[in-house]
């Protein structure tokens, strides 16, 4: 079967640095994602890592290891906008076939 | 279209009523995804089609739950018979087929069943 684990909250203070941690066990790997939802919004991709190592855009970075089935999303010089729903997904391929299955969600809180 | 567009944004129903919800992909997305979220929840997979293919429906909660895409464009998710439980923001996304491609979402059908 398909299973993805991640924190459900976590709160942070505003300039600060924090890594929320997804681990998961899926058949076809193709690819591990990390999302951004804010409360009331549609999921907004932020990066994507489909080879080990650490991927990094601007304020965010991900980084994963295939044979730990690990991943986490580093998140540095917090700011209030921060403030949301952290999605990690992994995207699977069967026969040519590909799904994105999602984790619950880390609800992250940025404090002032 | 320049995104995911997905009608009507809220749906109130009465229970035991059928009710339609539609997605309309970017253009040139062969692959479409319908997902469920509940309030405070992550993101249920219901049904994925791609191209050609016959859908994934692994995910469809019951018999009461269906979908098409018509010519590999628009989608349509049919509940009959809703029920309380249904209640519910049902997202669509959609994407290219390769290594790397980005699933993008619409904004969602908020679903009430009173």
């Known amino acids: 079967g398909q299973n993805i684990d991640q924190p459900t909250e976590m709160t942070a203070t505003e300039g600060a640095i924090v890594q929320i941690n997804c681990t998961y066990q899926t058949s076809g790997f193709n690819g591990l994602f990390w999302y951004q939802q804010h409360a009331g919004e549609a999921p907004t991709f932020l990066s994507y890592?489909?080879?080990?190592g650490l991927e990094e855009t601007g304020r965010f970075s991900s980084f994963l290891s295939r044979s730990k089935g690990y991943s986490y999303l580093l998140l540095k010089e917090l700011q209030m906008k921060d403030s949301a729903s952290y999605l990690c997904a992994v995207r699977s391929t069967t026969s040519g076939t590909y799904k994105y299955i999602f984790g619950t969600g880390t609800r992250l809180k940025v404090l002032a | 279209g320049a995104g995911v567009s997905q009608s009507p944004s809220n749906k109130v129903t009465e229970k035991g009523k059928d009710v339609e919800l539609r997605c309309d992909p970017i253009?040139?997305?062969?692959?479409l995804y319908w997902y469920r979220q509940s309030l405070g929840q992550g993101l249920e997979f219901l049904i994925y089609?791609?191209?050609?293919?016959?859908?994934?429906k692994s995910g469809l909660p019951s018999d009461r739950f269906s979908a098409e895409r018509t010519g590999g464009s628009v989608s349509t998710l049919t509940i009959q018979r809703t029920q309380q439980e249904d209640s519910a923001v049902y997202l669509c996304?959609?994407?290219?087929?390769?290594?790397?491609?980005?699933?993008?979402f619409g904004q969602g059908t908020r679903l009430t069943v009173v």
């Open positions: 253009s040139g997305h062969t692959a």
């Open positions: 996304a959609s994407s290219l087929v390769g290594d790397g491609a980005e699933a993008f």
């Open positions: 890592n489909v080879l080990d």
């Open positions: 089609f791609q191209g050609n293919s016959a859908p994934d």
